[in-house]
């Protein structure tokens, strides 16, 4: 792993058109404490996490404008194949030219970091292999876990930083003024936009260090703020695709690593009908309705199940899709304390996923594990290796990744 300060660039590839005096006004007015945190930088040093975008821009020049000394680091984590990197946008020079302008227009230092090699066996490999068993992984939620608020924690702690910022929009709350005061993790102001679902593995120690300035401001505030200040990134387009896999698709991206999982083979009912043929297991996740190939039968299919083993891709109907109940895994609590008991909360499954009520009965902290269950009309449609999140209300109560699920089919 290697850092070193990076020369400054004066190119500015996203120039935004010059503000009027009125939207300079109107982005002024959102620098308040109520919307960006207090100005308590004074002789204190942040490091932000810069990825190219316009969040982690605005949330560099927040952190100056509350007094912070502020150090912008790009993790380089993925070098795309294509010689430009115009395929993935997100990753590689480009990016990496953008944090650095960025950086230059508001006059602090930029550091690169090569985080490749963690990167590609933290995150791609385990992307890779999840599928490869027919499970459905969330590699934001990876690198967040075991790249971003690991390596990069560490390595704001060795510069000697007081706290580390990152663009996301997501809110953390006080119970208290003291320092050791416990930290709650909760949902961004901008519902459009929040993102506590990929940071629930954060812990108390986690969340008294980090700050995320944005989780107060919705994104056509964080554009003004942008625009007003001249940020070089104030109209770049914001990028939709898992970052490694760019503009392709994840299933030719697995495919290319993993060609045994790209074979033919039958499309079947729970009870062992065959209905059709699939193109390859890689194409297909669980709860999928379109692209299954049957569009000859009358009825909707819903993807049940994909059996590696015999290479099936196992649908039935969006009931028997649906679940009753889940068995998971490397659980996490963002208090310090693991709960004594069950007890009830909002249930996310999948990234901005609808929340349903659901009964959670924790194992031993040991093992890490729990149960979530479901009312009768069941949960919603899941599959081994997502996320499930905790809520109360606004609040992250923890969360844990699905090994088992029961299906309505299933009984």
């Not at 007081?162 to 102001?189: F, Q």
């Not at 942008?226 to 104030?234: E, I, K």
């Amino acid at each position: 792993m290697s850092m070193s300060p990076a020369p400054l660039s004066c190119s500015n590839p996203w120039q935004p058109s010059a503000p009027s005096d009125g939207e300079i006004a109107y982005a002024r007015s959102l620098l308040r404490e109520d919307k960006i945190g207090p100005r308590d930088g004074a002789g204190k040093t942040v490091v932000v996490a810069m990825s190219g975008g316009v969040d982690s821009a605005v949330t560099a020049l927040v952190m100056r404008e509350r007094g912070y000394r502020v150090i912008g680091m790009n993790l380089r984590l993925f070098s795309p194949d294509d010689e430009d990197h115009r395929a993935n946008p997100c990753c590689g020079i480009p990016a990496m030219d953008d944090a650095r302008a960025t950086c230059a227009t508001i006059g602090v230092p930029f550091y690169a970091v090569n985080m490749e090699m963690e990167f590609g066996e933290s995150v791609i490999r385990r992307f890779v292999d999840e599928y490869a068993s027919g499970r459905t992984p969330n590699p934001c939620l990876e690198c967040n876990r075991h790249v971003k608020f690991r390596h990069l924690v560490q390595r704001a702690k060795i510069l000697g930083a007081d706290c580390l910022a990152t663009g996301h929009y997501v809110r953390i709350e006080r119970d208290g003024p003291a320092e050791d005061a416990p930290a709650r993790l909760m949902r961004a102001v901008d519902a459009g936009k929040d993102q506590s679902y990929v940071l629930y593995t954060l812990s108390q120690e986690h969340l008294r260090y980090l700050q995320f300035p944005l989780g107060r401001l919705t994104k056509p505030e964080v554009r003004a703020i942008a625009r007003s200040f001249g940020l070089p990134v104030a109209d770049k387009a914001e990028s939709q695709e898992i970052c490694f896999v760019g503009n392709r698709s994840y299933a030719d991206f697995v495919a290319e690593r993993r060609p045994d999982l790209a074979g033919p083979g039958p499309i079947v009912t729970d009870d062992g009908q065959i209905l059709g043929e699939h193109r390859g297991l890689v194409h297909h996740t669980v709860g999928q309705r379109r692209g299954l190939g049957l569009a000859a039968n009358t009825r909707p299919w819903f993807v049940l199940r994909l059996d590696t083993s015999a290479n099936e891709l196992v649908v039935g109907s969006r009931d028997q899709a649906r679940i009753v109940s889940l068995e998971l895994t490397d659980v996490s609590f963002t208090s310090a304390s693991w709960p004594g008991g069950p007890f009830t909360s909002d249930i996310v499954v999948r990234y901005r996923g609808a929340p349903l009520r659901g009964r959670v009965v924790p194992g031993t902290r040991e093992s890490r594990t729990a149960g979530v269950t479901f009312g009768p009309e069941g949960g919603p449609v899941a599959s081994p290796g997502q996320a499930v999140v905790f809520y109360d209300g606004d609040t992250v109560l923890g969360g844990g990744t699905i090994q088992r699920t029961t299906q309505c089919s299933s009984g």
